[in-house]
Structure formats: C-alpha cells, structure tokens
C-alpha cells in the first residue's frame, strides 16, 4: 500500500481519535497541514453560495435551529420558492464567482409534491455551468435516485453530533435516520456533504464520536462542514457557553487527520470567527467556504471580506471541473481578488499621501 493509500482509513478508534484531539495544538496543526497539502493545494478555498429555498416552520426539533417550528425565534417564514426565483439566484451566485451553489429547505423530508420543483431547480443550476448541491431532510432511495436523475451532484445531510450525544439536541428523528439517508444518497450515485456542529455543549469524546462516524463510513463524505453553533435567540441552545475558538480550530484539524481527501468546510458560525480564525482554519485543512451574505438564516460575512482575506493569505479559489464554463469562471473570481488588491495598494497610496 503506498504512503497515501494508508491515509485514507476506515477503521479509526476512539483512544486514536482522542489522542489526535489532546496533541498539542501546533502538534496538531503541523500533522493536519502535512496532510492536507499530499491532496490538495494548500492555498486554494473552494466557494459555494447557500440559498433558502424554503424557510421556517420546521416540524424537527434540532434545539440549534431557528427553522423548528417548536421555537419562537421571529424567523420570517417562506414557501417553497418559485424555480425561476432560484435560477436568477443562481446566476447572481455565479456572477459573483460561486462554483457550487447550495440549496436547503427546512423540511423533514421532501413530499411527493416538491419533487419536480426541486428536481427542476437542479436542472436549472447544472445548465447554469454551476454544480448542484441540495438539502431537503431525510430522503427516500426513490427520492434519492430522482434528485440523481436530474442531474444533482451533492446531498447535505448532517450527523450533527456524537450518536451518544444525539440524543440531547434531537429528538424527533434517529440516528440511525440519518446515516441510512446517507446511504441512499451514496448508493444513488450522489457525493455526499455531511459534518456537523461544534459548541453545543458537547465534550471532546463527542467530537472525536462525530468525526469517527464520518470518517468509517465506507467512502468519506467528499465534503464535511464543520459548524460552530449560532447562539440563536430563541433556540434552546441560545445561551449556551461559548466555544473555545482554539477548540473548534482542533476539531477542523482533526476532521483533515482523518478524511485527508475530503474539503472540509467553514460553514455556520463564520460571521462570529475573524480574520486571523479563519485564517488559522485554512491552515488546519479547512478548503472550502459558503461565500455571500446569507447562510440559510443567519448572517454570514460578506462576500468581499472573504475576498480581501483571500487577497491577504495569497489564496485563491479552487477551479471545479464542472463544465467548459470553468476557466471563464475563474477568471472572474481571480479578478474579483486582483481588483480587491487593487483598491487596497490604492488605499494605502492614499493614506500616505
Ligand atoms: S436543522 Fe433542518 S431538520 Fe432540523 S429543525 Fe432545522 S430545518 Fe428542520
């Protein structure tokens, strides 16, 4: 088996997993960082854009989010949105340099009704030259073979936590719900993202739980995000204490030790991390970002922040193979980043005169 090849394991443990979480921290860093430039370029971020499709009244009861109906958290609440609405979306995503654009419905599952709206959506985004990625809640193999069909390139769907920990934050559909989701999407032909949320009270054995789920699934989910909680007013969760930036900076590095193939990805919870956390999450592996001002319903930062970051730590955008449109697509984001620089040598002329 070559060097590489034994990366990529299947059959991690808890004391390894662990052991990995109790290194110290630049221990961490520097195995996370070796591994991480064997598969990928260590100074590319790849961008997708998240749209709401549908909004609030929820009938789960994830204690983090504001989309249950079970909270009173001022949510505004929006029907399934129009396909033409979504495909202009699309566009202005891609306009602004997105290669994947994301979209999520605060369902438990999908119905029969949804379908074709949804399976549209897909067609509609793949002939805009971006991929597709959707999350809709749990999903039959029908549902599952139908979104493959139209042409659907990723499925979010979330492990969330630890499955001993699980239990405290959702009630309303199981564990083992999820990963058979998970599965269908995979056996549909569909790349799976899943990952979850740090800071909801959880313990490091947690952590090391959730990130061993993912990382012994047969394949490894081709992208992980991994979420730090938004205290949301009017969650159960909104008071909860508040992460230990470093901890949730080990937890990246970890999920990089254990799924090296994979993009892990800064996702809830960036509007709260700076410059320099964000940074320090590039440098643990983290390579692929929701870009724009909205994530699902809180705020995320905006999308030329990221850019004028990107300028600064001379990273760029990672090109996808999704279709000829690629290298146009590039090129405008690398513009994007070349004007952002511009401004700032034009800034700082101007200061110092
Ligand atoms: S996380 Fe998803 S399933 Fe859970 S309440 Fe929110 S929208 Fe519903």
Same mark, same amino acid.
């Given at each position: ?123 509609g985004v793949k002939e805009l030259g971006l991929e597709s990625c959707m999350t809709l809640g ?6 599952? +073979?139908?979104?493959?069909? *139209? #042409? $659907?390139?990723?499925?979010?769907? =979330? /492990?969330?936590?630890? &499955? @001993? ?37 959880? +313990?490091?054995?947690?952590? *090391? #739980? $959730?990130?061993?789920?993912?990382? =012994? /699934?047969?394949?490894? &989910? @081709? ?50 991390? =700076? ?79």
């Amino acid at each position: 088996m070559s060097d590489t090849a034994a990366l990529i394991r299947h059959d991690w443990t808890l004391p390894e997993v662990q052991a990995l979480f109790e290194l110290p921290f630049n221990e961490l860093l520097f195995q996370a960082q070796s591994v991480h430039r064997r598969f990928f370029d260590p100074n590319q971020v790849q961008v997708s854009t998240l749209l709401s499709i549908k909004t609030g009244a929820c009938p789960e009861d994830c204690k983090y989010c504001p989309q249950s109906n079970r909270y009173d958290t001022g949510l505004e609440q929006e029907k399934l949105m129009a396909v033409d609405k979504v495909l202009a979306e699309a566009k202005a995503a891609k306009a602004t340099g997105a290669t994947r654009f994301c979209m999520g419905a605060a369902w438990r599952s999908p119905k029969k009704k949804d379908m074709p709206y949804v399976t549209a959506m897909v067609k509609g985004v793949k002939e805009l030259g971006l991929e597709s990625c959707m999350t809709l809640g749990m999903l039959s193999a029908e549902q599952a +073979t139908e979104l493959s069909e *139209a #042409g $659907l390139d990723y499925y979010n769907h =979330n /492990l969330d936590t630890s &499955p @001993e920990y699980y239990g405290e934050i959702i009630t309303t559909r199981s564990y083992a719900d999820r990963i058979d989701t998970l599965s269908r999407v995979r056996d549909a032909g569909i790349k799976v993202c899943s990952g979850g949320i740090v800071g909801m009270g959880e +313990t490091v054995k947690d952590r *090391a #739980g $959730l990130l061993i789920q993912l990382a =012994n /699934l047969a394949v490894h &989910p @081709e992208s992980v995000p991994i979420n730090m909680l938004v205290r949301v007013e009017g969650t159960p969760l909104a008071e909860e204490a508040e992460l230990d930036s470093f901890d949730f900076i080990r937890t990246i590095a970890v999920a990089k030790i254990l799924m090296p193939q994979s993009h892990i990805r800064l996702s809830a919870g960036r509007e709260e991390m =700076n410059d320099e956390m964000h940074a320090l999450a590039y440098f643990a592996g983290a390579n692929s970002i929701f870009y724009g001002e909205k994530l699902l319903t809180t705020a995320n930062p905006e999308a030329n922040e990221d850019l004028q970051l990107f300028t600064r730590l001379g990273i760029t955008p990672e090109a996808r193979d999704v279709d000829r449109c690629d290298d146009e697509e590039e090129g405008r984001l690398l513009e994007q980043v070349q004007q952002q620089q511009n401004d700032k040598f034009f800034y700082d002329a101007a200061q110092g005169s």
